[in-house]
């Protein structure tokens, strides 16, 4: 009898026939390969009651025993083929079941049209069959499942987990399809990951019509991540029957993860096969939940010439309530009050694919004790359950408030996972200290607030606003980058709007130009001056350690390194001890800086005792006489004896710097000890310092130990000046002038005589025209000093 139009319905979307396939075995007599579950059957509203609670099937689990079950067979009114309900309980594949455990009814009869009866103590599985209403054929069902119930106990199994795994596909395609296609590459992987789904990534780039029909159809398209079940599937496929039937079911418990391929084959067909008869044969029918009706999928075309088809479909399975684990998956605490608040949790696809979670709230405990129940609804592609609005004002929470997500799973209470929340209720927002420099984005944290519930920065000054850019740290501070640049120092506020509260927190700070960096102060011991070291050091007004103030002196820069003489204020700054220590600096605009303070071993320090020189080299043709004995001419040799000071001992290896001030020509001399409190040094200036060093000579004292150098204050030594080399000097009798002769010339800036000879810059000549002498002697001006001169007798 060919089947009426209202019975089979027009083909599931091609996108989804591919989600189960059930192939029967090619020596069977179907002959039926990589059949789909394209065929509509029937339907059927099935409702289970659980004490005084009655929920439709899809919203069921599990069945318990006592349940009460109501099954009408949802057939137009004209259908012409009559069909018998049967309502089959199992009890294991070993173990057949009582007769009175079959209950059946007249579907075209509207009195005798439904089951409804209780779950049977012991009762394991629960299958339904729709048999063709001739005779014998409900005995023959009767008889197939007490002789060999194994068979049925597996179909139960298998179909049951084929529902679920089809449930998760169909919510997957479900999401993709009604999402605009700029959306399904973004909400594909937190789909996959809910649904625990693997993705070929290549079908997401083709154009919306083909896409679903890519995922759903491709054997490596979308994967129902498990690769357990797909081996036990592939062992069914080439098993004998009898082996089929005393392999264990992939378990429900797993809650969708233990999962086959999409496409992979559940050798249902062969298993139902075996019991096949002249009069009948059993055909699975897949169970889809669908606005409160069970539609029936077929995988194979009912006939209605014998031997007749029984459509066979599962109702879940009789066993305690399994609940699912859901992990929570974030660190960090979430905001009560923001629009659309997630609860991300993953772990059990099934939550997100089925109608079996009912009645998610999130509990929620205030500050004054009270409890808030917020609705929650399972979003696969938010990741997590997405909380109803608790709306304004802000709610108080409690302290260290923890959310608890909670309802019912089919008919079983569900305690869920804990979330730790906050609430912008009673923020309080402070700065860590960080100082807001102008010019430039500077970094800022703000303490004191629920860093997870902002929703906008924004800088304010005057009448001008810039946005501020931030992050909610997992420590619960809110880390900014507050834009400064072209803001002139002066008082700024940041204002901070949070979801949930009306008006934004203000928080008045103050911007500064670029603060002084300093890298540290080192003073020796027993000195009252020490330096200062960094950049921007004109900002530092004063520097205080361990009570004692320092004024700043001197400031000196080299390229954007400055040195800054910090002056003492009395003596006790002589009275530190070497080592380390810590300062405090403090700047024109009032901040202080922290200053690492280094207090060095005290100088090495010498005074001069006495002087000597000597002449190095023949006597000039002509001797020049220099007058003063703080004058070292350049040709001589200059002995010096120096004496310790304080605590000061003269070594071996103490050496003698002598510096050339004006050229900057320094000289290292070894000492020579008269005793560790006396030395001697000798300087060669010529050799030592060069033939164009003059003026000022200075020395310091430097001894060398484990430590390094240690160098004491400079102190003035002599004033080095070269003489001119005079080889004749001439006057005719009579003559207003007489003539000098020699080299060097230039080095002589006047001669004094009878008149005045000034020399001119950069003479070069070997002799110079001059007056006659006053009182029989000139007078040579030097221009190496402005106080030197030597003397010249007449011949």
């Given at each position: 009898?060919p089947?009426t139009?209202?019975?089979v319905?027009a083909?599931?979307?091609r996108?989804?026939l ?7 075995p090619?020596?069977s007599v179907?002959?039926?390969e ?5 065929l509509?059957?029937p339907s ?8 005084d609670?009655?929920l439709?099937l ?30 089959v ?9 009582p007769?009175?455990w079959?209950?059946d ?6 009195k005798e049209?439904?089951i409804?009866?209780?779950?049977p ?11 063709p209403d001739?005779?014998?054929a409900?005995?023959?069902v ?6 060999q ?5 597996r179909a139960?199994?298998e179909?049951n987990?084929a529902m679920l795994?089809r449930t ?5 395609l479900?999401?993709v399809?009604r999402?605009e296609?700029?959306?399904v590459?973004?909400?594909?992987p937190q ?5 625990a789904?693997?993705l070929d990534?290549?079908c ?10 890519c995922?759903?159809q ?5 994967v129902l ?7 036990i599937?592939?062992?069914l496929a080439?098993?004998?029957?009898n082996?089929?039937l005393q ?9 969708g993860?233990?999962?086959?391929y999409?496409g992979v084959v559940r050798d ?7 019991f096949?008869?002249a009069?009948?044969?059993f055909i699975?029918a897949?169970s ?5 009706r069970?539609e029936l999928?077929?995988?194979t075309?009912p ?6 088809s029984?459509?066979?479909?599962a ?12 992990s929570?998956?974030?660190?960090g605490p ?7 608040l997630i ?12 109608d079996?979670p009912r009645?998610?709230?999130l ?5 004054t ?7 929650a609804a ?9 909380v109803?609005?608790?709306g304004?004002?802000?709610?108080a929470l409690?302290?260290r408030?923890?959310?608890r ?7 079983q209470?569900?305690?869920g996972?804990r ?6 209720a009673r923020?309080a927002?402070r700065?860590d200290?960080a100082?807001?420099?102008?010019g430039?984005?500077?970094?800022l944290?703000?303490a004191?607030?629920?860093?997870a519930?902002?929703?906008d920065v924004?800088?304010?000054r ?9 992050s ?6 809110l880390?900014?980058k507050?834009?400064?640049?072209g ?8 204002l901070?709007?949070?979801h ?5 927190r203000r928080?008045?700070?103050r911007?500064?130009?670029?603060a002084?960096?300093i890298t540290?102060f080192?003073?020796?011991a027993?000195?009252?001056v ?11 007004s004063?520097l205080?350690?361990g009570?004692i103030?320092?004024?700043?002196g001197k400031?000196?820069r ?6 800054l003489?910090?002056s003492a204020e009395?003596?006790?700054a002589?009275q530190l ?6 300062g405090?600096?403090t ?6 800086l922290?200053v690492?303070v280094?207090?060095?071993p005290?100088?090495p ?9 000597e002449?190095i ?7 020049l006489?220099?007058g ?5 001419p ?8 120096l004496r ?10 103490d050496?003698i ?7 900057a020509?320094?000289?290292?001399l070894?000492?020579?000890l008269?005793?560790d409190?006396v030395?001697?040094?000798t300087l060669h200036p010529a050799?030592?310092l060069g033939?164009?060093?003059?003026g ?8 060398r130990d484990?430590a390094?150098?240690r160098?004491?204050d400079w102190h003035p ?5 070269r003489l001119?080399?005079?080889s ?8 207003a002038?007489?003539?000098?002769t020699?080299?060097?010339?230039f080095?002589?800036s006047?001669v004094s ?7 001119p810059?950069?003479f ?7 007056s006659?002498?006053?009182d029989?002697?000139?007078r040579l001006?030097?221009?190496d000093?402005a106080d ?7 011949p």
């Open positions: 009898m089947l139009p209202s019975f319905r083909a599931f979307r996108a989804a591919a989600c189960l396939i059930l192939v029967a090619a020596a179907l002959r039926a990589n059949n789909a579950f394209d509509a059957g059927l509203r099935v409702s289970v009651t659980h004490g609670t009655t439709p899809s919203q069921v689990p599990n069945l318990s025993p006592g349940d009460r079950i109501r099954i009408v067979a949802d057939l137009p009114a004209e259908q012409s083929a009559q069909y018998r309900m049967v309502l309980f199992l009890r294991g594949a070993t173990n057949p079941p007769k009175n079959l209950a009814a007249r579907t075209w009869k509207p049209a439904a409804d009866v209780r779950v103590e012991g009762a394991q599985q629960a299958l339904v069959f729709l048999v001739t005779g014998g409900l005995d023959g009767a008889k197939a499942v007490r002789e119930p194994g068979a049925f106990v139960s199994q179909l987990q795994d998760r596909l169909e919510t997957f479900e999401q399809r999402r296609p700029a959306d590459a973004r909400i594909s789909l996959a990951d809910s649904l789904i693997k990534s290549a997401l780039l083709r154009q919306p019509d083909p896409r679903a029909a995922l759903a491709s054997g490596n398209a979308a991540a498990d690769s357990q079940t797909s081996s599937a592939q062992t080439g098993a004998p029957a082996i089929a392999l264990s079911a992939t378990p429900q418990g797993g809650f993860y233990y999962s086959g999409i249902l067909a062969r298993m139902l096969g075996a096949q008869s009069q009948l044969r699975p897949l889809v939940p669908r606005e409160g069970i999928l077929l995988n075309v006939s209605f010439r014998k031997p007749q029984v459509l066979v479909a109702l879940p399975t009789v066993a305690p309530p399994t609940l699912p684990t859901l929570v998956k974030t660190a979430l905001c009560l009050t923001k629009p659309g609860l991300p949790v993953g772990g059990a696809p099934l939550v997100f694919s089925t079996y009645a998610m709230t509990r929620v405990p205030t500050a004790g009270t409890m808030l129940d917020l609705p399972a979003d696969p592609a938010a990741g997590g359950f997405v109803g609005d608790v304004t004002p802000a709610v409690a302290e408030a923890e959310g997500l909670q309802g019912f799973w089919g008919f209470p569900f305690d996972p979330f730790r929340l906050v609430s912008p923020d927002w700065a200290g100082t807001l420099v102008v430039r984005e500077t970094p944290n703000l004191g607030g629920a860093a519930c902002v929703a924004w800088l304010e005057g009448s001008k606003k810039r946005p501020v850019s931030w909610a740290e997992a420590d619960g501070t880390a900014l507050v834009p400064l640049a803001i002139e120092p002066g008082p700024v506020a940041l901070v709007r949070s949930g509260v009306d008006q934004p928080l008045d700070l911007a500064y130009a670029e002084a960096a540290g080192m003073l020796h027993g000195d009252s020490g330096a200062l070291a960094g950049s921007r050091l004109d900002q530092v004063a205080e350690i009570g103030a320092f004024r700043p400031l000196a080299n390229g954007t390194a400055d040195r003489e910090m009395g003596t006790a002589e001890k070497p080592g380390e220590a810590s405090q600096a700047l024109a605009d009032g901040r202080t922290r690492p280094r207090i060095m005290a100088r320090e010498a005074t001069l005792i006495a002087t000597s020189l002449r080299g023949p006597a000039p043709a002509i001797p006489t220099l003063g004995a703080a004058f070292v350049h040709d001589t040799q200059l002995t010096f004896s310790a000071i304080g605590a000061s001992r003269f070594a071996s290896s050496r710097d002598v510096e050339a001030a004006e050229t020509a320094t000289a290292s070894p000492l020579r008269q005793d409190r030395a001697i040094a050799s030592a033939d164009s060093a003059r000022p000579l200075r020395f310091r004292l430097v001894k484990a390094g150098d160098a004491g030594l002599a004033t080095l000046v001119p080399q005079l004749a000097v001439t006057c005719a009798p009579g003559s002038t007489c003539t000098f020699g080299n060097g010339l080095l002589i006047k005589g009878k008149a005045e000879t000034r020399v810059d950069g070069t000549g070997p002799s110079l025209q001059v006659p002498p006053a029989g002697v000139w001006h030097l221009r000093a030197a001169s030597a003397t010249v007798a007449a």
